[in-house]
């Protein structure tokens, strides 16, 4: 059981990036949005926890790797893993603008053991995603704070009602990044 839902915890953590319209107009959000994913771009490992639901205080980490979407497109992709003890289950997005929104997968998406992204938008250091799988829907909010340290809350719609079932806490992996040699 562990594995599966460790799964959607990183699926959940990986997404970082997302669109509902913006108001700006389409070149600006594109811009704007693609230099958020840049931003976002590099190593990121912390901690989470389940705060809500069955696995309510289910504490786990996550080591993942953003990077650009392919061929200069606004979007992300990530890779890496999430671990609850000693399970560990290996972790994949990807997120690409579509019309003025984006789309994407957590995973192998809602038809596999995943999610699909349907909807998101970028405003300043913060990403506000929709998220669906079955008869799941609800929101991941990304927020920087700073250069090197992001927090993720991860909420469900429950009847009329947005409720925070998990919260991550990543820090940029400083040690991983390539410093220029020294004459």
């Keep these: 059981m562990y594995p599966r839902f460790v799964s959607l915890i990183g699926g959940f953590a990986a997404l970082t990036v997302g669109a509902i319209a913006t108001m700006a107009p389409q070149a600006e959000a594109a811009s704007r949005d693609k230099a958020f994913f840049q ?7 912390g901690p989470g926890e389940i705060v809500a639901g069955k696995y309510k205080g289910t504490k786990f980490s996550c080591n993942l790797t953003g990077s650009p979407a392919p061929a200069g497109d606004v979007g992300m992709k990530l890779d890496g893993t999430c671990r609850v003890g000693v399970f560990q289950q290996p972790m994949s997005a990807v997120i690409s603008q579509s019309g003025s929104g984006y789309s994407g997968k957590f995973l192998d998406g809602a038809q596999g053991k995943g999610l699909d992204i349907i909807s ?3 405003n300043g250091d913060k990403v506000v995603m ?19 340290k992001m927090n993720i809350t991860i909420s469900v719609k429950v009847e009329d009602q947005m409720v925070p079932v998990i919260g991550l806490s ?11 040699s020294i004459k």
Excluded: Y
């Design 120 to 122: 998101g938008s970028v």
């Design 39 to 45: 931003s976002v771009s590099g190593i990121w490992k």
């Design 170 to 180: 990543l820090d940029r992996d400083l040690d991983a990044i390539a410093v220029g």
């Design 130 to 148: 929709g998220i669906n799988r079955a008869q799941l829907n609800g929101a991941m909010v990304a927020s920087l704070r700073g250069d090197n």
